[in-house]
């Protein structure tokens, strides 16, 4: 069901909870938003990788994480600069934008929802409307599968 057009061995974020749908509609489904956003030329796979670490480190959710992470070993991350990026969100690497994101990112997490529409303003304050329907999006996809990191357990 997960047909993104990376190397055999790549896993997209995201694509073991869908794994454990297999066979379900809503496999299908979520496999087919995962295979439009990783195809998408908007954010770049390490924006996307990065937004998946995030939000599966803040929910907990440890195979997302790991798959987040493995896509960020293939993008030139290091183990030390993975893991202090998701800890701390800076990183020399980053950049501008990429911070922004991260910090986006992680207050989806926690939902306050005052804080986020605050963060969710000052984020989208000039970009493109296609980038910011995009992080969105991805932000609120990676929220929805690590939520589901249940279902790994379950089934």
């Known amino acids: 069901v997960v047909n993104v057009p990376y190397p055999p061995e790549f896993v997209p974020p995201g694509a073991g909870i869908i794994r454990a749908l297999e066979g379900s509609p809503a496999s299908a489904a979520l496999a087919t938003i995962l295979n439009a956003a990783w195809n998408s030329t908007i954010t770049s796979r390490r924006v996307k990788a990065l937004i998946f670490a995030v939000v599966a480190r803040g929910l907990g959710c440890q195979a997302c994480e790991a798959e987040a992470a493995e896509t960020l070993r293939r993008e030139g991350w290091t183990e ?15 950049t501008t934008f990429e911070q922004k994101v991260l910090e986006f990112a992680r207050e989806t ?18 970009l493109k409307r296609e980038v910011l329907l995009e992080v969105i999006g991805l932000v609120c996809y990676a929220n929805g599968l690590a939520r589901m990191s249940i279902l790994l357990h379950r089934c």
């Open 80 to 94: 030390p600069e993975i893991e202090h990026v998701l800890t701390y969100l800076t990183s020399k690497k980053l």
């Open 109 to 126: 997490v926690r939902y306050q929802t005052r804080r986020l529409q605050e963060v969710a303003q000052s984020f989208a304050a000039g």
